[in-house]
């Protein structure tokens, strides 16, 4: 049986638990920015236990080749590395009650590790410019002068948008957004959140990485 350092051992059974073609940006997003490559990569290679090639976008991607099929199943009953830590005690511990079960279910390695599920392929998404509905942002205006008791008080969007009769949520989202942006209104959340009702909530807006509840227009 080959020895494998440490490292190269990881990455042996890493590549036997994924049971496929797996590409180091794949790796590195799943596990914390590990990947396979330099020394441990040729290792792997060179001893013929992986296959190698260049996948999307230049990432490395490596597969279990039946040789290192046949290494994995060695180093299920082969002996810790000593002073590697204590993780390798309890992988190997692990690895041996893998190896009797096998042989209890008369099973093989592959029959045990089936293929992990790739992630979905990241689909485009396409940039809608929001469409202010024609007049709408006087209507806001002509609500908020109707729903505040006082000059820049603060109005709930609850019921400013219920003044809105007529446009939709995404209308009257893209009208405040456009007016926030342009500094015309103010928008805020409520401190108390407590208070909030369902229908406040479903009438935020989210802007700046918060909900929105409350606007004040200042007096012309």
Known sequence: MTKLKPSEKACLLLLMSEAREVSNSELRERYDGFSIQGADSRALVENGFATKRKGAKGALVHELTDKGWAQCKEELTSEFVKGAG????????????????????????????????PPPA??????????????????????????????????SLTDLRRELTGATAGEVDAALMKM?????????????????????????????????????????
């Open 86 to 117: 204590p993780a390798y005690p309890a992988l190997h511990a692990l690895l041996g009650a893998v190896d009797r079960y096998l042989r209890r279910a008369e099973l093989s390695l592959p029959d045990l590790f089936t293929a992990s599920t």
């Open 122 to 155: 990241p689909q485009p998404v396409a940039k809608v410019k929001p469409v202010v509905k024609r007049g709408l942002e006087k209507r806001v205006r002509t609500a908020y002068d109707k729903l505040a008791d006082a000059p820049q008080a603060w109005v």
């Open 180 to 220: 926030a942006v342009g500094g015309a209104i103010v928008l805020v959340p409520e401190d108390n959140q407590k208070t909030l009702t369902d229908e406040d909530r479903a009438a935020a807006i989210h802007i700046g990485g918060e909900d929105k509840h409350l606007l004040s227009i200042e007096a012309a």
